[in-house]
């Protein structure tokens, strides 16, 4: 059975930093390239970041470049969501995502809120 489990969400001030991971079960890990989406109440889930699955090539939305970085282990099975200088705009359910050819799996979710 496919497990994605995000953890190391929570309250966070303005300009703060947290570490989201995610960690999987039950599929080949480093087949699946990897990424994060976030998503606020009424609007469309967006990507934030994406990995290959060798992690050779990462992806960013433009929102927040140069702030976050994703990073995975494939020894661990486990994909990172690095995030600082966080700003109350970040606030968000952010949710893993293990992707290859038409086969996708998703995460429950973790929360994420920048607000002081």
């Known amino acids: 059975q496919v497990h994605l489990v995000e953890s190391g969400g929570g309250l966070v001030q303005p300009g703060g930093s947290l570490r989201l991971s995610c960690t999987t079960s039950g599929f080949t890990f480093s087949n699946y390239a990897m990424s994060w989406y976030r998503q606020t109440p009424g609007k469309e889930r967006e990507l934030v970041a994406r990995i290959t699955s060798t992690g050779s090539s990462t992806t960013y939305a433009d929102s927040v470049k140069g702030r976050f970085t994703i990073s995975r282990d494939n020894a661990k099975n486990t994909v990172y969501l690095q995030m600082n200088r966080l700003k109350p705009e970040d606030t968000a359910v952010y949710y893993c995502?293990?992707?290859?050819?038409?086969?996708?799996?998703w995460g429950q979710g973790t929360q994420v809120t920048v607000s002081s």
């Open positions: 995502n293990a992707k290859r050819i038409t086969i996708g799996y």
